[in-house]
Each structure stands twice: as C-alpha cells, then as structure tokens.
Nanobody, 120 residues
Framework: QVQLVESGGGLVQAGGSLRLSCAAS????????MGWYRQAPGKERESVAS???????NYADSVKGRFTIARDNARNTVYLQMNSLKFEDTAVYYC??????????????WGQGTQVTVSA
C-alpha cells in the first residue's frame, strides 16, 4: 500500500505565496508522473501541474508563470511553489502520483487534499 501526505496549505492574501509538499511512503519501486490537481467549490477537479521522472513539466494555462512544480526523487516528494496567488486559486489541492511496484504494477494514488484560501 502507498500513502500520500500533503502539507503546506493555508490562508494567504492575494499576491502572496505558498508552498505545498506531498510525500509518498509505502511499497514504492519508482514513481513516474507526479502532479497537482485542485477542486474549487462547485467545480470539477482540474489539473494544475505535472512533472515526469525525468523532470519534464506541464502547467495549466491559468498558473503558468506563477506556479512551479518540482520533485525530489530520493524523498518521493513533489512540491508546488505558488506565487502571485489570486482569489481564483482558492481550492482544495490534491497531489497525485503514478507509483510502480513489482506486485501491483502501476497505480495512481491521491493525497488527502489541502485547503488553499486566497483572500481578495
């Protein structure tokens, strides 16, 4: 079994910054894609950013230039640095990882979610 634990959410004023972290533990041989998603009230969950094992990144248009995703493969951890936060960034943020182990192959796992609230 694999567990993802997130941290770093909170309340911040518009224009401020937050850094989210998500650490995976358990039966892990390797992790391919790590990503961050978010879900605002009344809206569907959407992809925010992703990063492959080799370091290739992808961002939603709405966060390009403001958010940066990074990973530490030795610690099985993914980060999301969020700068110039806007009110519309308010959401619950979830990390997601594609984890491989020899017993179960590749599976997707989700973190428990962390609330990010940006005050106008």
């Amino acid at each position: 079994q694999v567990q993802l634990v997130e941290s770093g959410g909170g309340l911040v004023q518009a224009g401020g910054s937050l850094r989210l972290s998500c650490a995976a533990s358990g039966n892990i041989w390797s992790i391919n894609v790590m990503g961050w998603y978010r879900q605002a009230p009344g809206k569907e969950r959407e992809s925010v950013a992703s990063i492959t094992k080799s370091g290739s990144t992808n961002y939603a248009d709405s966060v390009k230039g403001r958010f940066t995703i990074a990973r530490d493969n030795a610690r099985n951890t993914v980060y999301l640095q969020m700068n110039s936060l806007k009110f519309e960034d308010t959401a619950v943020y979830y990390c997601n990882m594609e984890v491989y182990n020899i017993l179960s192959g590749s599976r997707n796992y989700w973190g428990q979610g962390t609330q990010v609230t940006v005050s106008a």
